[in-house]
């Protein structure tokens, strides 16, 4: 059997690939979710026999079952497998932890399952006063916004906002967010770290537009139904 490993001295590597629906996977997160089309089992098999590392892309389209290389997003994320459970019905339950942004340089298909050759993405230290001063916006934003999102979880956000390093927290908050799979796909694609921050800030900005919005909104209907009473 081929051995796959992300333990290379050069910025390539090749690993069975998963294509993934309604789904962005960030780096130093981890996510559940159910894998079902063979290819992806194989996929799967071929990771979890080798050191348990598969890249996960994104595809354009969730409707398409069996969707071809350029239907999915080449840049993904490189990541572990911390645990897989077969379901009753054949699907497999997989609990994943993205390591690290890369991008698709080749892809194949091996045996039915998808295997890509792949570039990591550079790492950059970006630590500074415009980084500090990013940080600080998006904390004053998160607390907004939870004060006008009682649906959303307050604990993970507060959990993602306490990570040291700023990179990991725009990406932890990038996961946790409540936004659409192209907002988090824009965001997976931004290598830079005060980039990503800096976009998180517009993001926030525009939800808590609409949600200033619709309270707006509620309170006018609440007091016209008050005054025909």
């Given at each position: 059997m081929e051995e796959y490993s992300d333990r290379t001295p050069t910025d390539i590597a090749r690993f069975p690939m998963v294509p993934i629906r309604d789904v962005v996977i960030f780096p130093f997160t981890k996510v559940a979710f159910k894998i079902g089309r063979p290819g992806s089992v194989?996929?799967?098999e071929m990771a979890l026999a080798?050191?348990?590392?598969?890249?996960?892309s994104t595809q354009h389209d969730a409707t398409v079952d069996e969707p071809t290389p350029d239907q999915i997003y080449r840049i993904g994320t490189i990541a572990r497998i911390l645990q897989s459970q077969r379901q009753e019905n054949g699907q497999i339950k997989v609990v994943v932890e993205g390591r690290e942004r890369a991008t698709t340089i080749r892809v194949d298909n091996n045996a039915g399952a998808f295997t890509a050759t792949?570039?990591?993405?550079?790492?950059?230290?970006?630590?500074?006063?415009?980084?500090?001063?990013?940080?600080q916006k998006i904390a004053q934003l998160i607390e907004q916004h939870l004060r006008l999102a009682p649906d959303v979880q307050p604990d993970a956000l507060q959990t993602a906002m306490r990570n040291a390093d700023p990179s990991h927290m725009a990406d932890a908050l990038s996961s946790q967010l409540r936004i659409s799979v192209e907002d988090?796909?824009?965001?997976?694609?931004?290598?830079?770290?005060q980039a990503r921050l800096a976009r998180l800030i517009e993001i926030l900005e525009?939800?808590?537009?609409?949600?200033?919005?619709?309270r707006t909104i509620q309170t006018r209907v609440k007091r016209q139904m008050e005054k025909a009473q």
């Open positions: 194989r996929a799967l080798s050191d348990r590392t598969i890249f996960l792949v570039r990591r993405a550079p790492i950059a230290s970006e630590e500074g006063v415009r980084t500090d001063a990013l940080v988090k796909q824009g965001l997976l694609e931004l290598f830079s770290a525009i939800e808590l537009e609409k949600r200033q919005l619709d």
